[in-house]
């Protein structure tokens, strides 16, 4: 339904970079670990909203319709990149997760004290370098869905969405995520013989 002659004289598309470019990119950046990525997606996401701004019925906020369209692109783009995320290729990490983790997600067996005040080691900057530095080194869809649950909060059902996956599967990843990242803090934090 095209949008009435108000609609458009609301929607400006000349500022929308510098009205919701820095927020866009945020958006963007939390979701895809590369900047440069996030950049083109926010680009992708303005060229698209201006080509369809006829479309705009003005239901939203310009900002919500502009992140509607953004979350679309993220979700292109690692649909786009799913042979690299091929189970296949993470074979060496399979486990079942039926002994570690309840269907609520929680540990059934916790990790071993690793000493120290959790508190107090989590608040070191260097703990969350070498967290950053493990995420890094982990496939990028283990990385990827670890960062958007555990440090942004998303839901399994959004991670199934991104990952055009099930909710077991989605388990599988989480859980393979954490493990790696336990294993690579044990060498590189902790001090744990390779």
């Given amino acids: 339904m095209p949008a009435n002659s108000d609609t458009t004289k609301r929607i400006d598309p000349l500022v929308w970079l510098d009205k919701y470019g820095d927020a866009l990119y945020g958006y963007a950046r939390v979701r895809v670990r590369d900047g440069f990525i996030a950049e083109d997606l926010v680009q992708e996401t303005l060229l698209a909203a201006y080509r369809s701004r006829q479309k705009f019925t003005g239901q939203s906020t310009v900002a919500t319709w502009l992140t509607g369209i953004l979350k679309h692109k993220i979700s292109d783009y690692y649909r786009k990149l799913k042979p690299e995320f091929s189970d296949d290729s993470m074979d060496e990490y399979q486990h079942s997760t039926d002994h570690l983790f309840n269907e609520k997600e929680k540990w059934k067996i916790k990790p071993g004290d690793w000493a120290g005040d959790p508190k107090n080691i989590y608040e ?60 690579c803090l044990e060498v590189n934090w902790f001090g744990a013989k390779g």
């Fill in 124 to 183: 070191g900057k260097e703990l969350l370098g070498v967290i950053h530095a493990c995420l890094g080194d982990m496939p990028e869809k283990l990385s990827t869905a670890f960062t958007l649950r555990e440090m942004e909060g998303a839901t399994t059902a959004e991670l199934c969405e991104l990952f055009q996956t099930g909710k077991n599967n989605c388990w599988v990843i989480l859980y393979r995520a954490r493990m790696l990242l336990r294993r």
